[in-house]
């Protein structure tokens, strides 16, 4: 029940709620329970990108929604939803730090129809729509709140590339000697980096409860930070916080800041326990290269549908930036950026296949960036799964991941961006 009526409820309708009550008050009776939806479980993801809030339930939803002026609110009244505990709580689900929303309630609006109101803080662009039943989801309701004017700290990064020429060390092939050999770099390197994963998505969970996207975040944010310390380079994040990214708004995000290379973290499952080591996996214009290629490429395509995407938007940017182009030049260097990254890793963990193996991956489909899929360990291997936790892991996998892209960048330099616009 709401604590105060809105506006927009009809004065005729407050008084059928208010007698409900008394009779409710009077006579002992139980609320009235219309059979239809049951909403299981309520979850949300705050984040400065976007708001994520998802109602479960154990039949489709059927729902409208509109938005409200003065002070802003957000409802959406969901019809023929039974009430029940997940809604009578669903209040406490928003916490103060939440960007966007202010307060959450639910309430019955009139019989067969619960009514979800969000309080907000700031304009919105909202996006609800709803999602089939996969994996271990029941049907959702997914609402996505988007801030009305988008602040995009992606195109600071466009600025640094315009500054003056840097050095890039190459390390030297001697490794007593204090000699460094240089290699003029005419710009800054950006470098992508793809936490897996992420809100909805958790990804692989380990038997001690870690999830696979908090390692992801965990170990790209340390990434990050080596990288910007480095007097050449410059990072992006395509997610800073626990929220969903779609597969292919990840690669759009590396190709907005003209990234030099991409990298996505992953710390994956298999149904062996003893299944350890780390991985490296680039594009693969054709099949798989192994049959645990091919099973891990289908694992993580499926990220879209277990993150829950609305499949109605028409983006052309996005369809063109997905086209399969030939990619055999990208998919070279990727190749190499992946050898580079396995000589880092086996330094530091054992490898789990020597070899860059190749599937078809939807988040290294950028025709233009060298891309390449890290398995950092395995999270279903107890042991793994103890290290990935460990903070002074992460931050050693995030110096062995470094020394994989130095290593690269030592042999194969960027092209200076005019070069790339005449190529």
Same mark, same amino acid.
Not at 303 to 315: A, E, F, N
């Given at each position: 029940?709401?604590?105060?009526?809105?506006?927009?409820?009809?004065?005729?309708?407050?008084?059928?709620?208010?007698? /409900?009550?008394?009779? $409710?008050? +009077?006579?002992?009776?139980?609320?009235?329970?219309?059979?239809?939806?049951?909403?299981?479980?309520?979850?949300?993801?705050?984040?400065?990108?976007?708001?994520?809030?998802?109602?479960?339930?154990?039949?489709? +939803?059927?729902?409208?929604?509109?938005?409200?002026?003065?002070?802003?609110? +957000?409802?959406?009244?969901?019809?023929?939803?039974?009430?029940?505990?997940?809604?009578?709580?669903?209040?406490?689900?928003? !916490? *103060?730090?939440?960007?966007?929303?202010?307060?959450?309630?639910?309430?019955?609006?009139?019989?067969?129809?619960?009514?979800?109101? %969000?309080?907000?803080?700031?304009?919105?662009?909202?996006?609800?729509?709803?999602?089939?039943?996969?994996?271990?989801?029941?049907?959702?309701?997914?609402?996505?709140?988007?801030?009305?004017?988008?602040?995009?700290?992606?195109? =600071?990064?466009?600025?640094?590339?315009?500054?003056?020429?840097?050095?890039?060390?190459?390390? @030297?092939?001697?490794?007593?000697?204090?000699?460094?050999?240089?290699?003029?770099?005419?710009?800054?390197?950006?470098?992508?980096?793809?936490?897996?994963?992420?809100?909805?998505?958790?990804?692989?969970?380990?038997?001690? /409860?870690?999830?696979?996207?908090?390692?992801?975040?965990?170990? /790209?944010?340390?990434?990050? @930070?080596?990288?910007?310390?480095?007097?050449?380079?410059?990072?992006?994040?395509?997610?800073?916080?626990?929220?969903?990214?779609?597969? =292919?708004?990840?690669?759009?995000?590396?190709?907005?800041?003209?990234?030099?290379?991409?990298?996505?973290?992953?710390?994956?499952?298999?149904?062996?326990?003893?299944?350890?080591?780390?991985?490296?996996?680039?594009?693969?214009?054709? /099949?798989?290269?192994?049959?645990?290629?091919?099973?891990?490429?289908?694992?993580?395509?499926? $990220?879209? %549908?277990?993150?829950?995407?609305?499949?109605?938007?028409?983006?052309?940017?996005?369809?063109?930036?997905?086209?399969? %182009? *030939?990619?055999?030049?990208?998919?070279?260097?990727?190749?190499?950026?992946?050898?580079?990254?396995? *000589?880092?890793?086996?330094?530091?963990?054992?490898?789990?296949?020597?070899?860059?193996?190749? =599937? !078809?991956?939807?988040?290294?489909?950028?025709?233009?960036?060298?891309?390449?899929?890290?398995?950092?360990?395995?999270? @279903?291997?107890?042991?793994?799964?103890?290290?990935?936790?460990?903070?002074?892991?992460?931050?050693?996998?995030?110096?062995?991941?470094? =020394?994989?892209?130095?290593?690269?960048? $030592?042999?194969?330099?960027?092209?200076?961006?005019?070069? +790339?616009?005449?190529?």
């Amino acid at each position: 029940m709401f604590s105060k009526f809105d506006r927009f409820t009809p004065q005729p309708q407050r008084r059928l709620i208010l007698q /409900g009550a008394v009779a $409710s008050l +009077l006579f002992g009776l139980a609320p009235r329970a219309f059979a239809g939806s049951a909403v299981v479980a309520v979850r949300v993801w705050p984040a400065k990108a976007y708001t994520r809030i998802t109602l479960e339930a154990n039949a489709p +939803l059927q729902f409208k929604h509109f938005m409200v002026p003065d002070p802003d609110r +957000l409802v959406i009244d969901l019809e023929g939803a039974d009430w029940g505990e997940e809604l009578s709580n669903i209040a406490a689900r928003i !916490g *103060t730090e939440d960007p966007y929303v202010k307060q959450l309630r639910a309430g019955r609006y009139k019989p067969g129809t619960v009514r979800v109101v %969000l309080d907000l803080k700031t304009e919105v662009k909202p996006q609800v729509f709803s999602l089939e039943p996969f994996g271990e989801y029941k049907h959702r309701l997914v609402i996505d709140l988007y801030p009305a004017k988008v602040e995009d700290p992606l195109l =600071a990064l466009l600025d640094d590339n315009k500054q003056s020429p840097v050095q890039l060390e190459k390390p @030297s092939k001697e490794p007593n000697t204090n000699t460094k050999e240089k290699l003029q770099v005419d710009r800054l390197v950006t470098i992508a980096i793809d936490p897996g994963h992420g809100g909805e998505d958790p990804g692989a969970v380990g038997k001690g /409860g870690t999830y696979e996207k908090t390692v992801t975040l965990a170990i /790209g944010k340390k990434l990050k @930070s080596l990288i910007d310390k480095e007097p050449n380079m410059r990072a992006v994040l395509t997610r800073d916080d626990d929220y969903f990214v779609p597969l =292919a708004q990840r690669v759009v995000k590396a190709r907005k800041v003209n990234a030099d290379l991409f990298m996505s973290i992953h710390a994956d499952a298999f149904v062996r326990p003893d299944a350890n080591g780390s991985s490296v996996f680039a594009l693969s214009e054709g /099949g798989a290269t192994s049959t645990a290629a091919k099973w891990l490429a289908k694992t993580q395509n499926e $990220s879209d %549908l277990i993150g829950g995407v609305r499949l109605d938007v028409k983006d052309p940017h996005l369809a063109r930036t997905l086209l399969d %182009l *030939t990619q055999t030049a990208t998919i070279n260097d990727s190749l190499k950026l992946g050898k580079a990254m396995l *000589t880092s890793l086996g330094e530091i963990n054992r490898l789990h296949k020597p070899n860059v193996e190749q =599937a !078809g991956f939807a988040v290294l489909k950028s025709p233009d960036i060298p891309s390449v899929l890290v398995e950092t360990a395995f999270i @279903s291997n107890p042991n793994e799964e103890k290290k990935l936790a460990d903070d002074a892991y992460q931050t050693k996998m995030a110096e062995s991941l470094l =020394a994989g892209i130095k290593r690269y960048l $030592s042999k194969n330099p960027p092209l200076a961006r005019n070069k +790339l616009a005449q190529s």
